[in-house]
C-alpha cells in the first residue's frame, strides 16, 4: 500500500505569519514617514511629536501580558484578527485628523497610537503559539525566524512606498492606505488560519509528521477552566532559565533599537553624512539583518536534524551572531566611511543570526499558557523599546560623542551572550506544577521526552 503523501499547509500559514508580520511593522512606520509633513501641516513641534511617536511604545508593552492572556482563553485565530481589524481601523483614522483643531488632533493622535500600540500587542507571542503549533521542533527555528525577519523586509517594501505617497498625495493617504490594507487582511486570515486539527486543507500524514515531532497541535482544543490562571506570572518569574532568555531579548531588543532610532542620527552627525545619504545607508544593516535571521533559523534547524541537542542548536547561533553584533564598537577607531558601514552591516547580519529568541519561546513555554508566557518575553524584550533610546541620549548628552553610546550597545550583546551561556542552561520545555501534563507532543531536546517542570525553579 502506497504511503499518503504529506501536505504542506503548514508553509502555508507561516507565509501568513510573514505577511501578517509585514504589515504589522509597516503599520508601526507609518507615523515615522508621514511625521514631517504632518507636523509642517498640522503645526505642532518635535516635543510633541515625539510624544506621540512614544504612545505605541508604552502600549505595546502594556498590552504584551493581557494579549497572552487572551490568546491563551480565546485561542490565536479569533484573538489575532481582532488585533489586526482594531490596529488597522485606528491606523485608518489617524488620516482624517487633520480636520480637527490642533488640541484635537494631537489628543486624538496619541490615543490612536496608543490603541494601535496595544492591539499589535498579541502579534508576536500568537506568532510564536502558532508555530508551536505548526511546527515541528526541528523546523521551528526556521519557521520563527523567517517571521521575525519580516521586520526587516517591511522597511525595504514599504518606507519607499510610503514615501511616494505622502509625496504624490499627501500624508493623509498613507495612513489610509495601510489601514485599509490591514483590514482586508484580517477578512483573509480568517479564511487560512486554523488549529492544525481543524483546518480543511491538511491530510492525515502532515499531521502525524508534526504532532510526532513535537509541534502542539491541539494547543486551542484544550481549555480546562476558564482560561489561564494569573498566579502562572509568578511561575515563569521564578523560573531560571525563562528568566534568563528574557534577559537576553531585552539585549537583544536594546541592539535593535539603536538601529531604529539613533543610527541614522549617528551618521550625520558623528560622520558628516547628509541626510538622504543617511537614509540610504542606514537600509544596508536591514538588509544585513533579513539576511542574518534567516540564517539564523536554517542554522539552528539544521543543527538539530544533524543530531545536536535542542540547547546547542539554538544557542550556538546566538551566541556566535551576538558576538558578531559588538563588531559595532571598532567603528570608534576607524574613519573610512566604507569601513564603518561595514562593521554596523556585520552588526546587524549578527544580530539578525542571533534573534533566535522567539524560537526560544516557542520550544520552551508551557502548553497550557504559551501565548502568556510569549507576552511576558515580549514584555521584558520591548522595555529596550523605552530605556535604550533615553540612556544613548543620556550618554550623547554628557560626552559629546557617540563612542560610548556604542560601547554601551555593544555591551548588551555580550550581557545577552553571558545570559544564554551561564544562566539559561539547558533548553527545554517547562510544565506547570498546577496544571494538566501535555499529553503526546512532549520534547526534550530534539525529540519527544520530559518537560522540566517550574514548581522545581
Not at 121 to 148: C, D, K, L, Q, Y
Not at 260 to 270: G, H, K, N, S
Not at 399 to 414: D, E, M
Request: glycine share 12%; with cysteine.
Amino acid at each position: 500500500m502506497q504511503e499518503l503523501k504529506q501536505t504542506r499547509v503548514r508553509y502555508l500559514i507561516l507565509l501568513m505569519l510573514f505577511l501578517v508580520t509585514t504589515i504589522n511593522y509597516a503599520d508601526r512606520a507609518t507615523i515615522s514617514i508621514a511625521g514631517s509633513s504632518m507636523q509642517k501641516d498640522l503645526g505642532f513641534d518635535a516635543v510633541t511629536l515625539g510624544y506621540i511617536f512614544s504612545a505605541f511604545g508604552w502600549a505595546y508593552v502594556i498590552g504584551q501580558i493581557p494579549g497572552g492572556w487572551l490568546l491563551d482563553r480565546f485561542g490565536s485565530k479569533r484573538v489575532y484578527a481582532a488585533g489586526i481589524f482594531i490596529w488597522s481601523l485606528f491606523t485608518m483614522l489617524q488620516g482624517f485628523v487633520g480636520v480637527m483643531p490642533l488640541a484635537w488632533a494631537v489628543v486624538t493622535l496619541f490615543v490612536m497610537r496608543f490603541l494601535v500600540g496595544f492591539a499589535e500587542a498579541p502579534s508576536f507571542p500568537g506568532n510564536a503559539r502558532i508555530v508551536a503549533a505548526w511546527f515541528p521542533t526541528a523546523e521551528r527555528g526556521t519557521a520563527s525566524a523567517i517571521f521575525n525577519s519580516a521586520q526587516y523586509f517591511a522597511t525595504a517594501l514599504f518606507a519607499p512606498l510610503m514615501g511616494w505617497i505622502v509625496h504624490a498625495f499627501g500624508w493623509e493617504h498613507v495612513f489610509i492606505v495601510m489601514g485599509a490594507l490591514g483590514i482586508v487582511f484580517s477578512g483573509i486570515w480568517m479564511k487560512t488560519i486554523y488549529n492544525p486539527k481543524d483546518h480543511p486543507r491538511i491530510n492525515a500524514a502532515e499531521l502525524a509528521h508534526i504532532e510526532s515531532n513535537g509541534g502542539l497541535v491541539d494547543m486551542d482544543q484544550k481549555k480546562a477552566g476558564g482560561g489561564p490562571k494569573w498566579s502562572y506570572i509568578k511561575q515563569l518569574l521564578t523560573n531560571r532559565m525563562l528568566l534568563g532568555v528574557y534577559l537576553g531579548q531585552y539585549c537583544i531588543n536594546g541592539i535593535t533599537y539603536f538601529f531604529l532610532t539613533w543610527f541614522p542620527v549617528y551618521l550625520v552627525q558623528e560622520r558628516g553624512m547628509t541626510i538622504l545619504k543617511a537614509g540610504f545607508v542606514a537600509s544596508l544593516p536591514a538588509i544585513c539583518g533579513f539576511i542574518g535571521g534567516v540564517l539564523g533559523g536554517l542554522i539552528s534547524d539544521w543543527l538539530l536534524r544533524r543530531g545536536h541537542s535542542l540547547t546547542f542548536a539554538r544557542k550556538l547561533p546566538i551566541v556566535v551572531g551576538l558576538l558578531m553584533s559588538t563588531s559595532m564598537v571598532f567603528c570608534n577607531y576607524v574613519s573610512a566611511e566604507w569601513m564603518v558601514i561595514g562593521f554596523m552591516s556585520l552588526a546587524f547580519f549578527g544580530k539578525g543570526i542571533g534573534a533566535l529568541g522567539w524560537a526560544v519561546v516557542a520550544d520552551t513555554s508551557p502548553k497550557q499558557i504559551a501565548g502568556l508566557s510569549g507576552g511576558l518575553f515580549n514584555t521584558f524584550g520591548n522595555v529596550a523599546s523605552i530605556t535604550t533610546p533615553i540612556v544613548i541620549g543620556y550618554i550623547i548628552a554628557a560626552t559629546g560623542s557617540f563612542k560610548w553610546a556604542l560601547v554601551y550597545v555593544g555591551a548588551n550583546a555580550l550581557v545577552a551572550v553571558f545570559s544564554y551561556l551561564v544562566i539559561v542552561g539547558k533548553i527545554q520545555r517547562v510544565e506547570l506544577d498546577d496544571g494538566p501534563s501535555p499529553q503526546g507532543g512532549q520534547e526534550p531536546e530534539a525529540a519527544p521526552g520530559q518537560p522540566q517542570k517550574l514548581a522545581s525553579a
